[in-house]
């Protein structure tokens, strides 16, 4: 943020530093210790909630890279989702045990689903596009409910415990290492593809599709590379997202879970990668803090019958009134409470910068 | 092969009538409502209510629900849909998603999610008839496909004749235009939000009465939305072949294919008419540029 001096960037390394500030480091090194020793003080159930919410962040993450930076509207997000777990349950039925082979198979489909839902992107806008997006998770879920009662899994698929280099992951502790690792990659991805020239070029599209192409942009190649991109990271995602629960079903990737994930980055900020992660926190954590309300409040027998719709509908008013109050979601929040710090006792910033 | 045909039929008059209030949403306010499915269910729970609490039979109950779908639709618009004017579409578009996790919510909040039977309540049969050429529908199936038909005639007089069409003609053709004419655009949006919410009720009231009422029945308005986008998002005459199409495809895919196909052979249609004709069958081609 220009404040009018202070702070300026000498060397190229300074310049290109993802944490730039002695006081940004000190926090994110902070940041880091605490997720290691997480799991020394707290109960397993934490744990499994930050490995939810690692896994979530992963999704939006990618989620974000489409809608927040390239603009691309995508209904179809369970539908990717689906296709990696449901690769990684294709890939254990017919033998093959190898986690690497899993991940590299649902990147690989996740990739050729992008591809085809990318296409008709270069045709059709905004609400055209996010119909065939919503038409493929159909399309997808159905091959998969196919597959599901061929295997002869009416409830839904076991998937044993994946083998790495000799050890087996299993347990609460070693899925949050896993996760929380593999969404720290996924943020230090995203935050770095957004100032790419690949992100440059998607915000650009975003903001004016004519401006972007007449400046040289290649928009159809930038779009369909947005679709591809995101959808591969979301299909891995569903890959982990099977072999952490260990079990796949049809029914977990319904339009609802799309809804989530949209949600997640609006409430967070759209075209932010700190806020997809702090929005994915906010979604899945959610309907735990309102069970807490509620065995809180010790209401009578019979109430309980009232918590699920209640969580539900408690989730679409949240959404709604971030969509209407506050488009730029937590992020938007976060930053102008900031501001009003650093601009403690003004209000304002100084309208010319004292230079 | 009558009977295949009876069935289609059937199933076109209710997606007609689902896709009715989508086209005539979009048409007026360029906006989808992704909620059409929840004002099925909320058609069906209406019906539900009246006859299980105020009584007076199928002649007050029937009536008084669809009336009050269609308040509903009316406030709808008022609370939450006009504080969107300005707003991105896509946001817009959200927000009939978050409404309809709202109604979702409310409907399980009020009436439980278990499968309830309206026509039971009411004391209605629903014998099977025979048609000429041998095939065999319901009493309420015959009734779907005659409120669909009667709607249909009904709307079509309303655009064609009466003034209140004409000006939510001129505001969906150009805009700008018709706000210079004085046409004031909220009535007309309030308007076609209430006859969208009115549409889907009747289609939920003949559902749940026909077969049963249960709050996951919104999957029908995601199938109808399909078929809205078949015959083109912004024509109301459209909807009616686009809707025997898909229906038709549907039936035969799950008559010579696999019953699973019921859920997706919409929107392979949908998938399908997106890569040849995005604008659908009668839709305005440059209606694709203005989105």
């Known amino acids: ?355 | 092969m009558a009977q295949v045909l009876a069935t289609a039929l059937v199933v076109a008059s209710l997606y007609a009538l689902l896709a009715a209030g989508y086209v005539l949403v979009y048409r007026a306010s360029r906006v989808l409502n992704l909620a059409q499915g929840d004002m099925l269910t909320l058609g069906g729970y209406l019906l539900f209510a009246v006859a299980a609490h105020v009584g007076g039979g199928p002649v007050v109950a029937i009536p008084a629900a669809a009336a009050l779908a269609a308040l509903t639709g009316f406030l709808i618009y008022l609370v939450l849909m006009r504080p969107m004017a300005g707003h991105p579409v896509f946001a817009a578009v959200l927000v009939t998603v978050t409404l309809g996790i709202l109604l979702r919510a409310a409907i399980v909040l009020v009436f439980t999610d278990q499968i309830r039977h309206p026509a039971q309540v009411l004391g209605l049969a629903n014998p099977p008839r025979r048609l000429p050429g041998g095939a065999v529908v319901s009493t309420f199936d015959l009734l779907t496909v005659l409120t669909a038909a009667a709607l249909f005639a009904g709307l079509f007089l309303f655009l064609r004749l009466s003034p209140l069409g004409i000006q939510m003609r001129a505001a969906g053709e150009r805009a700008l235009l018709a706000s210079q004419r004085g046409i004031d655009f909220h009535r007309l949006f309030a308007l076609s939000w209430a006859l969208a919410a009115l549409a889907g009720a009747l289609a939920g009231i003949l559902y749940s009465s026909n077969v049963r009422l249960e709050p996951s029945l919104d999957v029908l308005g995601l199938k109808a939305f399909a078929v809205a986008l078949v015959g083109g998002l912004d024509s109301l005459a459209g909807v009616i072949p686009a809707a025997i199409l898909v229906a038709l495809i549907e039936v035969l895919s799950v008559r010579y294919g696999n019953p699973l196909l019921s859920d997706v052979s919409p929107f392979l249609c949908l998938l399908a008419m997106l890569l040849l004709r995005p604008w659908g069958l009668f839709g305005t081609r440059e209606e694709l540029e203005r989105v």
């Open chain 1, 1 to 355: 943020m220009a404040l009018g001096g202070g702070y300026f960037k000498t060397t190229y390394a300074s310049d290109l530093a993802l944490v730039d500030t002695r006081l940004r480091r000190v926090a994110v090194a902070a940041l880091a210790v605490a997720l290691l020793v997480l799991p020394r003080v707290t109960s397993s159930f934490v744990l499994d909630l930050a490995a939810q919410v690692a896994l979530a962040a992963i999704g939006a993450l990618a989620l974000n890279v489409l809608t927040g930076l390239a603009g691309q509207i995508s209904l179809g997000h369970a539908g990717f989702i689906c296709a990696g777990a449901f690769t990684t349950a294709a890939l254990v039925e017919y033998g093959v045990r190898s986690p690497w082979a899993a991940l590299g198979a649902a990147a690989a489909v996740g990739a050729a689903l992008g591809l085809i839902v990318g296409i008709p992107s270069l045709r059709l806008r905004g609400l055209y596009l996010a119909l065939g997006t919503l038409a493929m998770h159909h399309v997808v879920l159905y091959v998969a409910s196919e597959l599901q009662s061929r295997w002869g899994a009416n409830t839904g698929y076991s998937i044993p415990p994946p083998r790495v280099a000799g050890f087996t992951l299993r347990g609460t502790v070693t899925w949050y290492y896993v996760l929380t690792g593999l969404a720290a990659l996924a943020l230090c991805f995203a935050a770095n593809l957004q100032r790419s020239r690949a992100g440059r070029a998607w915000m650009a599209i975003r903001d004016r599709e004519i401006a972007a192409a007449s400046v040289g942009i290649p928009v159809a190649r930038y779009k369909v590379l947005a679709f591809v991109c995101s959808s591969t990271v979301t299909s891995v995602a569903g890959a982990l997202f099977a072999f952490q629960r260990g079990f796949v079903s049809v029914e977990a990737f319904g339009f609802l879970l799309t809804i989530e994930y949209i949600a997640m980055i609006i409430i967070g900020g759209l075209g932010s990668a700190l806020g997809a992660v702090l929005g994915a926190a906010f979604v899945t954590l959610m309907p735990y803090a309102i069970d807490a309300l509620v065995a809180g409040l010790q209401l009578r027998a019979g109430a309980e019958y009232y918590l699920f719709p209640a969580k539900f509908g408690a989730f679409g008013l949240l959404m709604a009134l971030f969509l209407v109050f506050e488009p730029q979601g937590l992020v938007g929040i976060w930053l102008r409470v900031r501001n009003w710090f650093l601009l403690w006792p003004f209000r304002y910033r100084p309208l010319r910068p004292a230079s």
